[in-house]
């Protein structure tokens, strides 16, 4: 099993970023895909989720009309376009995969274990 992210780095507030994960090693179309991210001295926390087929997403409170999660399930990959970044998105970011879509409140749910991320990829947002 294998996710590789990749297009982090830094860019001024207001910009744009687009992260990738290529996934190999498992049947990608079946699992719920996450990007997750580590801030500086923070613990790691959900960004967004969604479904094997892409019809359903969730976005963390603190990212809603600036995130889009999207999959391409033929080409086994998860992307994260980030727009109006901010300082406080600096951050490690992190796809990873999910046995299941979590229960209850997506945000109080445990992370996914660290075996399931990727390697990550650092995200700036700097003036």
């Known amino acids: 099993v294998q996710l590789v992210e990749s297009g982090g780095g830094m860019v001024q507030p207001g910009g744009s970023l687009r992260l990738s994960c290529a996934a190999s090693?498992?049947?990608?179309?079946?699992?719920?895909m996450t990007w997750v991210r580590q801030a500086p001295g923070k613990g790691p926390e959900w960004v967004s989720l969604?479904?094997?087929?892409?019809?359903?997403?969730y976005y963390a409170e603190f990212m809603k009309g600036r995130f889009t999660i999207s999959r391409d399930n033929a080409k086994n990959t998860l992307a994260l376009q980030m727009n109006s970044l901010k300082p406080e998105d600096t951050a490690l970011y992190y796809c990873?995969?999910?046995?299941?879509?979590?229960?209850?409140?997506?945000?109080?749910?445990?992370?996914?274990?660290?075996?399931?991320w990727g390697q990550g990829t650092q995200v700036t947002v700097s003036s």
């Open positions: 969604i479904n094997p087929g892409g019809s359903v997403r």
């Open positions: 090693g498992f049947t990608f179309s079946d699992v719920v």
């Open positions: 990873a995969r999910l046995t299941a879509w979590p229960r209850g409140t997506i945000a109080t749910q445990p992370l996914p274990p660290r075996n399931y």
